[in-house]
């Protein structure tokens, strides 16, 4: 690994979303608006006494899955369209190797998704009072770990797509099964055996599990840190295996 061309590498992916203002939109403003709507749909809802408002809960989780999706959507098909368009292959010509372009893409993006959980944050942290037991930036740092667990299954994806609809396609296949069965809509302890088994595979259940840790309990706990571990070595197996697969051009 080469540090000064991972750097470079981050600096013209950042350069390129800097001019792109739909997916600046897409990365800052529709989360924000997505979880606004939630507000508006949870606010006359009654809150038990003593129990955490339905916008609370269900807000805390979307802070995890929205940078999740939006970020496997967005590498998925930036990746694609390097391959496509010839720039990955007059780039692996260079000095820059496979481990060195997706170190680099993961650093720009990180670094996008560091700013779009603050942003969001502040969103709803201040104008929309999410109240949390635990920390607001505990919160941050699950949410910008599992945007790199978004980027790096959508670099990992984008090796088995030859088109961008074919990438798009992979969303249904590999965020929606996670979304289902992370606990969002049902506890994971009370499905059936072997979708629970499933869950425990899926590494967004870990993501939402530390979140509501975070939202529980005042004081980061073991389980939060044991997922976040989780989620960690989950986006570092999918990095690996990304630059594994990937290829210099489409077929």
Not at 90 to 113: E, Q
Request: charged share 15%; glycine share 6%.
């Amino acid at each position: 690994m080469n540090p000064r061309i991972v750097a470079a590498t981050a600096g013209r992916v950042l350069r390129q979303l800097r001019h792109d203002p739909r997916t600046i939109a897409l990365l800052l403003v529709v989360p924000s608006l997505l979880l606004a709507l939630l507000y508006f749909m949870f606010s006359e809802q009654p809150t038990p006494p003593g129990q955490p408002s339905t916008f609370d809960r269900v807000a805390l989780v979307m802070l995890g899955v929205f940078p999740f999706t939006i970020m496997f959507l967005l590498t998925s098909i930036a990746m694609l369209r390097e391959r496509t368009t010839g720039t990955l292959e007059r780039l692996l010509t260079t000095p820059l190797s496979k481990l060195d372009l997706l170190l680099g893409y993961g650093l720009a993006f990180g670094l996008a998704a560091a700013v779009q959980a603050m942003v969001v944050a502040v969103v709803t942290y201040g104008l929309l009072d999410l109240e949390t037991a635990g920390s607001a930036p505990l919160v941050i740092v699950i949410a910008v770990v599992t945007a790199l667990l978004g980027m790096a299954l959508g670099l990992l994806c984008s090796a088995f797509a030859r088109t961008e609809f074919q990438a798009v396609q992979f969303l249904p296949v590999v965020v929606f099964p996670q979304l289902l069965l992370c606990g969002l809509f049902v506890a994971r302890e009370q499905m059936v055996g072997w979708l629970q088994a499933v869950s425990d595979v899926f590494p967004l259940s870990y993501a939402v599990e530390a979140l509501r840790e975070v939202g529980a309990h005042a004081e980061p706990t073991a389980t939060m840190w044991r997922d976040l571990a989780v989620l960690a070595g989950a986006a570092l197996l999918a990095l690996v295996l990304a630059a594994a697969t990937l290829r210099r051009r489409s077929g």
